[in-house]
T-cell receptor, first 112, second 116 residues
């Protein structure tokens, strides 16, 4: 039973355009959400997070939106850059607990 | 070191053999985590250490898996009698303390295990 789902295995966008990565979850107890980025042969690196008390969190070019009623979150990258090409993982936890549940990831390719 | 260090980076082993994977967390980080990622899957939580507290082993998939941590430093993940389904990247991570709020978890590069 996959509690965090990233239904798009891959996404390709043009440099300068917006990248939108989506994530759905089924466990209504999740109340803290994170996005990680992973380059090949490297460990995941933390990108941005959001608590369920918010519906939006912004950090530079990265914005995460949370729709609790739909159990859906999305990561927006504007403008997209070739260096953003990586696998993006959505993760969730209960009560900001250390135990993260990850999605399978979405491979983003930003074309110059 | 500057980041979480894992060894070996790659390991090929025969089915039925035991393997040990090592993790050196960032100095000063009291919390240490092991995750694994099998091909085409997301990261799966395995085990969590926090200081001198009893570890949370709830994610270990079978009794063939065990992990130890010496104080607040090195951790070793041991897989006994390896099976082909154990093939995965084993990722270690550390953070300053437990909980995620304002507390970034840093991952190592992982140990790629292939069981043949």
């Amino acid at each position: 039973d996959q509690q965090v789902k990233q239904n798009s295995p891959s996404l390709s966008v043009q440099e300068g355009r917006i990248s939108i990565l989506n994530c759905d979850y089924t466990n209504s107890m999740f109340d803290y959400f994170l996005w990680y980025k992973k380059y090949p042969a490297e460990g995941p690196t933390f990108l941005i997070s959001i608590s369920s008390i918010k519906d939006k969190n912004e950090d530079g070019r990265f914005t995460v939106f949370l729709n609790k009623s739909a159990k859906h979150l999305s990561l927006h990258i504007v403008p997209s850059q070739p260096g953003d090409s990586a696998v993006y993982f959505c993760a969730a936890s209960v009560g900001s607990n250390y135990k993260l549940t990850f999605g399978k990831g979405t491979l983003l390719t930003v074309n110059p | 070191g500057a980041g979480v260090s894992q060894s070996p980076s790659n390991k090929v082993t025969e089915k039925g053999k035991d393997v040990e994977l090592r993790c050196d967390p960032i100095s000063g980080h009291t919390a240490l985590y092991w995750y694994r990622q099998r091909l085409g899957q997301g990261l799966e939580f395995l085990i969590y250490f926090q200081g001198n507290s009893a570890p949370d082993k709830s994610g270990l998939p079978s009794d063939r898996f065990s992990a130890e941590r010496t104080g607040e430093s090195v951790s070793t993940l041991t897989i006994q009698r390896t099976q082909q389904e154990d093939s995965a990247v084993y990722l270690c991570a550390s953070s300053r303390s437990q909980g995620l709020l304002g507390n970034t978890i840093y991952f190592g590069e992982g140990s790629w295990l292939t069981v043949v």
